[in-house]
């Protein structure tokens, strides 16, 4: 059967799909458009989406070959997973592999923004550094404080574990509570979101994007976060207002912030890249080697399995049957 990949990955997982499908990777350096991706899907039994958005629009010109969309990730905010299901095609996403990867670049961000490592380092290779200053370029301290995970599945609990090194009190919000169990070993407290903003040191978002979480973090919620707190966003760009958050970072409202998504990526609300209180990454939240290729491991064997006429491991739709 025939399998269309929407971006380049590693051989190795690709070369696991070869051994029972024929295989066509996208070998442009960029994402197809829709009308590409619609030729691509008209003809193919299944898709390892990289990247790609795949709406109604999509879906209501593909035809009815296509049986499976793998998606390259665990957000698939990019697919209609509901409508997909409807016209009866599995969608599927890679959790687990890339949590840990995803929850150090969270931290990566926190550090980087409380101890001004982007702006030391810029500062240094300007030649600036012209001998030691007992009050050059302070931070703010890490240990000992607040971080307000909001969203604690797998990736905010994983952040939630790395807190417990630097003795800090972890405050969560979600909609479902983790096991007691899960609590008490990460001494995480449960908090509304409102009083979580008010108490946080940190504020490091873990939410998938949906519709609830649209905005979760808006101009009200911003104004209930300390002058000193910093905010982390490796989730999800449209989350977080990010005009409002703009805002607030230039009037100072809030201390910082680090974040590797963005409202409208790959472009930046105008001014956001002006400021030297923002740490900015290109969404690399789960980028190392090992986890990528991983997650394209991950994506090859639920193609595989939806293709051998198995339930695939990591379905997040109830497709309809044809
Ligand atoms: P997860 O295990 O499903 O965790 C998300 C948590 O958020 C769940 O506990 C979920 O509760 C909760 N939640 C959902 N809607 C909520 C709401 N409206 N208010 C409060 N809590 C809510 O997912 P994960 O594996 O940790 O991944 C989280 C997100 O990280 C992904 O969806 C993805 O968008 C993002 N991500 C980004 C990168 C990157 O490269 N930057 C990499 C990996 C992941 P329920 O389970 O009850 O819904």
Redesign the pocket.
């Known amino acids: 059967m025939k399998v269309y990949v929407s971006f380049w990955l590693p051989e190795e997982p690709l070369n696991v799909l070869r051994e029972k499908h024929t295989v066509v990777v996208n070998d442009e350096d960029r994402l197809p458009t829709a009308d590409e991706l619609v030729a691509q899907l008209s003809a193919a039994d299944a898709f390892l989406c990289v990247g790609s958005r795949v709406d109604s629009g999509v879906l209501d010109r593909v035809g009815n070959r296509l049986k499976i969309i793998a998606n390259w990730?665990?957000?698939?905010?990019n697919i209609d997973a509901e409508y997909a299901a409807q016209k009866g095609i599995m969608v599927t996403?890679t959790?687990?592999v890339?949590?840990e990867?995803?929850a150090d670049?969270?931290w990566a961000l926190l550090m980087a923004v409380a101890r001004r490592v982007v702006e030391a380092d810029t500062y240094v290779r300007a030649g600036r550094f012209q001998g030691f200053k007992p009050f050059a370029m302070m931070g703010s301290d890490v240990w000992g404080k607040t971080i307000g995970i909001?969203?604690?599945?797998?990736?905010?609990?994983?952040v939630g574990r790395r807190a417990l090194g630097f003795r800090m009190n972890v405050l969560y919000?979600?909609?479902?509570p983790?096991t007691r169990e899960v609590e008490q070993a990460l001494c995480a407290t449960y908090m509304d979101?409102d009083a979580l903003l008010q108490q946080s040191d940190f504020v490091s978002?873990?939410?998938?994007?949906?519709e609830?979480?649209r905005h979760?973090i808006d101009a009200r919620r911003l104004s209930h976060m300390k002058p000193t707190a910093f905010l982390v966003?490796?989730?999800?760009g449209p989350i977080v207002a990010e005009q409002a958050l703009l805002e607030a970072l230039r009037e100072n409202r809030i201390a910082g912030a680090g974040l590797?998504?963005f409202e409208h990526e790959p472009e930046l609300t105008p001014g956001l890249a002006d400021l030297s209180n923002v740490v900015l990454?290109p969404?690399?939240?789960?980028?190392t080697w090992e986890t990528r290729t991983n997650m394209a491991h991950m994506a090859a064997q639920n193609i595989i399995a939806a293709l051998d006429g198995r339930s695939p491991p990591n379905l997040v739709n109830r497709p309809v049957a044809g």
């Open positions: 990730g665990v957000g698939y905010n996403n959790p687990d890339l949590t990867t995803t670049m969270a909001v969203g604690f599945g797998r990736i905010g609990q994983a919000y979600d909609t479902v983790p979101l978002i873990h939410v998938p994007l949906n609830e979480t979760l966003n490796a989730a999800r590797d998504v990454a969404h690399i939240g789960s980028g």
